[in-house]
């Protein structure tokens, strides 16, 4: 008699694992409740931007990060600048409101 092992959706070397499970990333979703654009950072890198009322996702590698959001445009004299750390877990999305 064999026995029959199923295989295992968490395990990384599994190659019918989701690929968030294959390469540890979980998502970022940056939700912005501004009337203005902003830039994104991800530990001092530039990720991209975020419009007025917008919602942008990045696939990032789980672990934790500094996060640095900066007005775009709409500023009079200095743009509006927001920070965070945060947390992103392998298959799992994160959000971070600007508002």
């Not at 890198?45 to 709409?74: H, I, N, R």
Request: aromatic fraction near 14%; charged fraction near 15%; proline fraction near 6%.
């Amino acid at each position: 008699m064999s026995s029959c092992k199923k295989d295992d959706p968490n395990d990384p070397n599994n190659p019918n694992a989701a690929p968030c499970v294959q390469n540890n990333t979980g998502t970022l979703k940056v939700d912005s409740y501004k009337d203005d654009p902003y830039y994104i950072y991800v530990n001092g890198a530039y990720k991209g931007t975020v419009g007025a009322y917008g919602v942008v996702s990045y696939t990032l590698s789980a672990g934790t990060y500094s996060t640095k959001y900066t007005q775009k445009s709409g500023y009079i004299l200095y743009p509006t600048e927001y920070t965070s750390s945060v947390n992103i877990t392998k298959c799992y999305e994160t959000t971070v409101k600007i508002q």
